[in-house]
């Protein structure tokens, strides 16, 4: 930048303003014609090329052109057309002034470079807007390699404008570059670790935009919404966003909720406890009322008919029930909560269906239930769990059942 600044002050006190020369006026006059020109042929331009894209992208049937206008592609590339003038018009304008035409052509090469820039900005722009509408790459993380692309180019952009000010050799200066790696790998190590990342997410198709995550160490649990060469974002469900690292993907341990989603229901698992003193086996007086019970009556009957004939046979001591063959209370409702889970209507008849009695706890015997509901959505979900567990809690009375209740347990507050 100091030679530059030397260039153009060493150039502009080499005019001498004090002849009288009318080459002055006259290279005042061209540049302000210029001056007009050049907005007016920017002004034109930006019309025409607007008109045409708009008109163009009205009558197609695809959005690309669309999201062409919408990015200001057009209207970037009108510039083009100035900038050509201009660098046209230079020589007539300066020539008398050849040390001054230097200056401002250079000026000129520097605007041309970020136009470049600018310009292709809007292409990627246009192209990542353009792929998110595309359903096989919707939940790609499209993000990471447009912000790829462009750090680089703004690298390559930035680094030729440093050659023009300071006028060293391109073959030096990437060179030095190399030399100098080291401190970029320390200064975009996080770009780079997100860069990595989003390779590693992508091809080993570890987390789409929709999924739904929980991240416990970052208090993440809700939809991904973007995935960029830095960070992560995730909805929660109380509508708050968590950033996450994109290299945490790959170093921290998550929960993706997509297998449960591309499933066939999400999975009820839970138990009701049951107090262990409660459970008993069944008199016949009790039987009998059970099979008053519709979705038990075709069960107890076959069973009690089973029960007789082995005792029967066997000849077994009845005068005590727990000689033989009996029924307990606690496996009639164990029975009666599967065939009521298979009857429901919100159940997955085609996954698993199970009524099952976990190992015994100090609290009592845990009797789980575990299905899955054909319904995913969250809050039917939820509705459809504890409507099985109201009518579950709500049966145990009948069979003579008690639930474990924690009677010295208060509440925090």
Same mark, same amino acid.
């Given at each position: ?15 001498? %303003? ?34 045409? %894209? #708009?008109? +163009?992208?009205?009558? #197609?049937?695809?959005? =690309? ?10 209207? &970037? @590339? ?14 007539? @304008? ?16 520097? $605007? ?49 404008? =440093? /050659? ?8 030096? +200066? ?13 200064? %975009? ?6 860069? /990595? ?54 170093? *921290? ?24 003193? #409660? ?9 009998? !009322? ?19 004939? $082995?005792?029967? /046979? ?17 496996? @009639? ?8 889970? !298979? ?24 009797? !789980?239930?575990?299905?899955?509901? #054909?319904?995913?959505?969250?809050? &039917? ?7 099985? +567990? ?5 049966? /145990? ?14 509440? *925090?507050?």
């Amino acid at each position: 930048m100091e030679k530059f600044t030397h260039y153009f002050y060493d150039h502009f006190t080499q005019l001498d %303003f004090s002849d009288g020369s009318a080459k002055y006026l006259n290279m005042l006059t061209l540049f302000v014609i210029l001056l007009v020109i050049v907005f007016l042929s920017d002004f034109i331009a930006r019309k025409i090329l607007l008109q045409a %894209f #708009s008109s +163009f992208a009205a009558k #197609s049937k695809t959005k =690309f052109d669309d999201l062409l206008v919408n990015h200001k592609v057009p209207r &970037n @590339v009108a510039h083009v057309v100035p900038l050509i003038l201009t660098l046209k018009c230079l020589p007539i @304008v300066f020539s008398d002034f050849p040390h001054f035409e230097s200056a401002v052509e250079l000026m000129l090469q520097l $605007y041309c470079v970020i136009l470049v820039l600018w310009i292709i900005r809007s292409i990627l722009n246009t192209l990542e807007s353009y792929f998110k509408t595309l359903p096989r790459l919707k939940d790609k993380p499209i993000d990471s390699y447009i912000q790829v692309l462009m750090l680089f180019l703004w690298l390559v952009g930035i680094g030729l404008i =440093f /050659v023009m000010l300071t006028g060293i050799d391109v073959k030096t +200066f990437f060179t030095t570059l190399g030399a100098a790696s080291a401190v970029f790998l320390l200064i %975009f190590k996080d770009t780079i670790l997100g860069f /990595v990342a989003s390779i590693q997410v992508a091809i080993n198709d570890t987390v789409r935009i929709g999924d739904w995550i929980t991240m416990e160490k970052f208090g993440a649990d809700g939809d991904v919404i973007e995935i960029n060469l830095n960070t992560l974002q995730v909805q929660n469900f109380d509508m708050t966003i968590t950033n996450i690292p994109t290299y945490a993907l790959i170093s *921290e341990s998550f929960k993706n909720w997509r297998g449960m989603s591309n499933a066939g229901g999400r999975r009820i698992k839970r138990a009701i406890i049951i107090k262990a003193k #409660s459970v008993h086996y069944l008199t016949d007086d009790k039987v009998e !009322e059970l099979k008053k019970i519709e979705l038990l009556t075709e069960y107890i009957t076959q069973r009690q008919e089973d029960i007789t004939t $082995y005792n029967t /046979v066997n000849k077994t001591d009845k005068s005590m029930l727990i000689n033989g063959r009996n029924m307990t209370n606690l496996g @009639v409702f164990r029975k009666y909560i599967q065939n009521y889970i !298979e009857n429901h209507s919100a159940i997955n008849k085609d996954m698993t269906i199970m009524t099952r009695q976990l190992a015994p706890t100090p609290q009592g015997l845990p009797l !789980e239930i575990y299905a899955f509901s #054909s319904d995913k959505r969250w809050q &039917n979900y939820e509705y459809i769990m504890s409507d099985i +567990f109201d009518h579950s809690i709500a049966a /145990v009375p009948y069979f003579d059942l008690e639930i474990y209740e924690l009677s010295n347990y208060i509440p *925090e507050s």
